[in-house]
């Protein structure tokens, strides 16, 4: 009878570890999809939002005026990251590179220090690179800006560091 009551413990037992570790490994993979489906769809947001911008800098444009001579786009860049609290920084780049217009107007003028950024912003193609800087993991999108005959004038760049996916989820 106890080995009866004692065989019935262990089998209780090891239906109940696999029942938890079944739960357990379900919600990792729930949440491990969730976040990545959540960071596609915040990347799909920001890359609207640049392509939003880009639609007013080419109303600019299509007077004649330079990029580098535009001025007063940093507001517009301000009132996104406002508008958009979860985002790090917008800024319109040249296609050397160097920074034109920023949320934070103290960028402007400075050249763009990370690589794949640069790179991209050569590479002449709208995307959504990540990178990471010294304490954190960015998500940004790259819109070209390109003249009507196509040629690469620059980007507008906007930024979503990975903690603010991560604190949406949570």
């Given at each position: 009878n106890s080995m009866l009551s004692s065989l019935k413990t262990k089998i209780f037992s090891?239906?109940?570890?696999?029942?938890?570790?079944?739960?357990?490994t379900s919600t990792l993979i729930n949440s491990a999809y969730f976040k990545h489906e959540y960071t596609k769809a915040l990347t799909r947001q920001i890359s609207i939002i640049g392509n939003s911008l880009k639609l007013q800098l080419e109303r600019l444009l299509s007077f004649y005026i330079p990029l580098e001579e535009l001025v007063g786009f940093d507001e517009q860049c301000s009132e996104v990251v406002n508008n958009h609290p979860e985002l790090s920084?917008?800024?319109?780049?040249?296609?050397?590179?160097?920074?034109?217009?920023?949320?934070?107007?103290?960028?402007?003028?400075?050249?763009?220090?990370?690589?794949?950024?640069?790179?991209?912003?050569?590479?002449?193609?709208?995307?959504?690179?990540?990178?990471?800087?010294?304490?954190?993991?960015?998500?940004?999108?790259?819109?070209?800006?390109?003249?009507?005959?196509?040629?690469?004038?620059?980007?507008?760049?906007?930024?979503?560091?990975?903690?603010?996916?991560?604190?949406?989820?949570?």
């Amino acid at each position: 009878n106890s080995m009866l009551s004692s065989l019935k413990t262990k089998i209780f037992s090891i239906i109940t570890l696999v029942l938890i570790l079944t739960i357990g490994t379900s919600t990792l993979i729930n949440s491990a999809y969730f976040k990545h489906e959540y960071t596609k769809a915040l990347t799909r947001q920001i890359s609207i939002i640049g392509n939003s911008l880009k639609l007013q800098l080419e109303r600019l444009l299509s007077f004649y005026i330079p990029l580098e001579e535009l001025v007063g786009f940093d507001e517009q860049c301000s009132e996104v990251v406002n508008n958009h609290p979860e985002l790090s920084y917008v800024m319109v780049v040249n296609s050397k590179g160097t920074i034109l217009f920023h949320n934070m107007s103290s960028f402007r003028n400075t050249p763009l220090k990370n690589r794949k950024l640069i790179q991209g912003v050569k590479d002449g193609k709208d995307a959504i690179i990540e990178y990471k800087n010294k304490t954190q993991k960015y998500y940004a999108s790259l819109v070209m800006i390109r003249t009507t005959a196509g040629e690469n004038l620059g980007a507008i760049i906007i930024g979503l560091p990975e903690v603010a996916i991560g604190s949406k989820i949570k």
